[in-house]
Nanobody
């Protein structure tokens, strides 16, 4: 199983980006999908997570600005990021809990996509 993320970039403050992450390979189904980020010198932190049935949870710092969504038919997760601020600058990683068989689940990570917000 591989996760391929894309859609990061350089944007001005108060701008928007919509990175996506697609899973491919031997996939039976996917449970939670999420986005994490890691700023320079910082630890990786949860940004948003979405369950298979669409329940979501967000970090307080992004509530009201970011929206996570998924397409179960395509095994893709999206992160709509609005009103971006300099504090959002980080490498963004997608994560998926993938069942390769009905009983075996494993956590996979994408390669990361850089988001840089200029003030």
């Amino acid at each position: 199983v591989q996760l391929q993320a894309c859609g990061g970039g350089l944007v001005q403050a108060r701008g928007s980006l919509r990175p996506s992450c697609a899973a491919s390979g031997s996939i039976f189904s996917i449970n939670d999908m999420g986005w994490y980020r890691q700023a320079p010198g910082g630890q990786r932190e949860l940004v948003a997570i979405i369950t298979r049935d669409g329940s979501t949870n967000y970090a307080d710092s992004v509530k009201g600005r970011f929206t996570i969504s998924r397409d179960n038919a395509k095994n893709v997760v999206y992160l709509q990021m609005n009103d971006l601020q300099s504090k959002d600058t980080a490498v963004y990683y997608c994560n998926m809990r993938v069942l390769t068989t009905p009983r075996f689940e494993y956590s996979y990570w994408g390669q990361g996509t850089q988001v840089t917000v200029s003030s």
